[in-house]
Structure formats: structure tokens, C-alpha cells
């Protein structure tokens, strides 16, 4: 017997897509952070220059980490670990910044 998932949930409740009125709509990950598609123009032949404007965005919007933290399975336990690091880390690093 199959189950119904609601219309805005995919089977692992990573990646759904919010339809609006117009049928349109943006792609939003787990946390609800909107994730729409990107776009680079390529100016004439220069596809290097688009290719590293490409790789820039993909860094900057964190893309990058997501697909390493996403490569294997990270238990509950140690989830709640790495981020609670990264929370010592950031306060170290806000602390640095103060003094």
C-alpha cells in the first residue's frame, strides 16, 4: 500500500519545490533556505571566465560543503557534534575579531 506525501515533500524530504497560483515556484532545501537555479551568461568565446564566475557562486552559496556533507551518512549523534564545533569555532573566531 502506498502512502500520499504532501505535494511539497519528495521521498527524502530534501528538495521541494513550492508551486504558487502561476504554477511556478523556487526549489527550498531541508532548512526552508531558497535554493533557485543559477544562472551564468557566457560573453562571446570566453567560457573559462563563465566557468570560474560558476564555480565562484557555487562557493559562495555553500553548495560546495553541502555536497560533502551529503556524500555519506552523518548519524544524529555526530551531527549534533559537528555542530556544536562549529558553534565553538564561530565563537573562537567572533572573539578573535573583538580583541
Known amino acids: 500500500m502506498e502512502t500520499e506525501q504532501h ?7 530534501n528538495y521541494n519545490r513550492d ?5 511556478g515556484g523556487s526549489y527550498r532545501n531541508d532548512r526552508g533556505a531558497d535554493m533557485r537555479p543559477m544562472e551564468v551568461r557566457v560573453d562571446g568565446d570566453n567560457i573559462n571566465r563563465a566557468i570560474n564566475q560558476l564555480k565562484r ?3 559562495n552559496e555553500g ?3 553541502e555536497l560533502k556533507k551529503r556524500r555519506f551518512y ?3 549523534c555526530e551531527q549534533r557534534k559537528r ?3 562549529e558553534a565553538e569555532r564561530r565563537i ?8
Open 7 to 13: 505535494d511539497n515533500q519528495n521521498q527524502h524530504g
Open 19 to 23: 508551486r504558487d497560483s502561476h504554477g
Open 57 to 59: 557562486k557555487m562557493a
Open 63 to 65: 553548495i560546495y560543503k
Open 74 to 76: 552523518e548519524k544524529p
Open 83 to 85: 555542530k556544536q564545533r
Open 92 to 99: 573562537r573566531k567572533a572573539q578573535r575579531r573583538t580583541t
